[in-house]
């Protein structure tokens, strides 16, 4: 009776560390809450295809929606919005000048002229996922972290890559240049550098 | 044609979905209140509310319009006795007076978010409705003005 007891105790405690194995090999290690994708980690191939994000992310089609102040950026200088409209709270701006009083469901014809988007807003008052500004190390480790993301499992962050918005970058109207690659580029590099660790550049 | 209600009446407009509202407004419907100025949402002076929201109805298409309620300088009161348009009176505010029909309108939504809007919450909300004759002091002051009457003498705003 005595051995039977030893022996399914040490059964048991096989099965324990080969299920904290198998979460440390397919779950991120910076993220908690589920995640259901196959990671093979590869720190190179992960920092190479981040650069390449990376680029997309600070190009002002991307990030003049993610600004350090509560003002968003306009233009290809990204320079401060005309009429410097506030992000309020929950990101779609302040009393009479609201997002959507000038952007329209759809982009707007003529040079200029405000894009459109059905969901137009800015990042909400209470995390604002700024990208202006950032290095490639801080927006790597800002992306991953749920507290900084939109609250974004590794799963949901993936599938963001075809969120509206994001799209939206690459139908932005007369007169706005595009993000340096193609979306397909981009959702590859986006992937690869998740699927592959989602490893932040170094800091410099 | 497109259905609109606007100030609460109904009208049946032959329009392209895509026509600007402000065109709709004006050249359809015969309410000339509403000024075109920019046409690409850089001023203000068209701004109407829809569904209570202060739109720039120059580049808002008439189709985004249909099923919602307008709601023009023309029916911003019954007897133009609206608090914003007691307070313009009282103060004097226009100097030409093109854009003010759009300042109202941007006002009346600040003071129905915000009863008792400070400096700063006048100019966030007012930044976008430009005024060529400079009389921004005087549109603060009548703002305020505004909110007083509503505090004091209960007028709906």
Redesign the interface.
């Known amino acids: 009776m005595k051995r039977s007891i030893i022996i399914m105790a040490v059964i048991l405690s096989m099965i324990g560390i080969m299920a904290f194995s198998l979460s440390t090999v397919n779950n991120h290690p910076n993220v908690t809450g589920e995640t259901t994708q196959k990671i093979k980690k590869d720190s190179i191939a992960s920092v190479k295809a981040f650069e390449q994000v990376y680029k997309v992310l600070m190009s002002p089609r991307c990030m003049n929606c993610h600004p350090s102040g509560d003002i968003p950026l306009q233009g290809d200088d990204s320079h401060l919005h ?5 992000r309020g709270h929950d990101g779609k701006g ?5 997002c ?3 952007h ?2 759809n982009n ?1 014809p ?1 040079l ?3 894009p459109g988007n059905p969901d137009w807003h800015l990042p909400p008052a209470d995390m604002k996922m700024v990208f202006q500004s950032k290095t490639a190390h801080e927006l790597a480790k800002q992306l991953v972290n749920p507290k900084q993301n939109g609250n974004k499992s590794m799963k949901q962050l993936l599938e963001h890559a075809d969120d509206g918005l994001v799209l939206s970058g690459w139908n932005s109207g007369e007169g706005r240049s595009q993000p340096p690659m193609s979306h397909a580029a981009f959702k590859k590099a986006w992937e690869t550098w998740i699927n592959t660790g989602a490893y932040a550049p170094k800091s410099k | 044609m497109i259905n609109l209600n606007i100030n609460q009446k109904s009208y049946e407009v032959d329009a392209d979905p895509d026509m600007p509202l402000l065109w709709a407004i004006r050249d359809l419907v015969g309410l000339t209140g509403t000024k075109y100025g920019c046409g690409v949402a850089q001023c203000g002076a068209c701004v109407v509310h829809l569904n209570g929201e202060a739109v720039r109805s120059c580049v808002t298409k008439v189709s985004r319009a249909e099923g919602k309620k307008v709601v023009t300088i023309e029916g911003l009161s019954k007897n133009n006795d609206h608090p914003l348009q007691l307070a313009w009176n009282e103060v004097n505010v226009p100097q030409c007076g093109y854009c003010h029909s759009g300042q109202l309108m941007s006002a009346a939504v600040l003071l129905r978010e915000n009863p008792n809007p400070t400096d700063e919450d006048i100019d966030n909300a007012m930044s976008g409705n430009i005024c060529r004759c400079g009389t921004y002091p005087r549109i603060r002051k009548a703002i305020h003005l505004a909110a007083e009457l509503h505090k004091k003498e209960g007028r709906t705003i």
């Open positions: 005309e009429m410097y409209p506030k302040v009393f009479a000048m609201k959507a009083n000038c329209q469901p707007t003529g200029h002229a405000p």
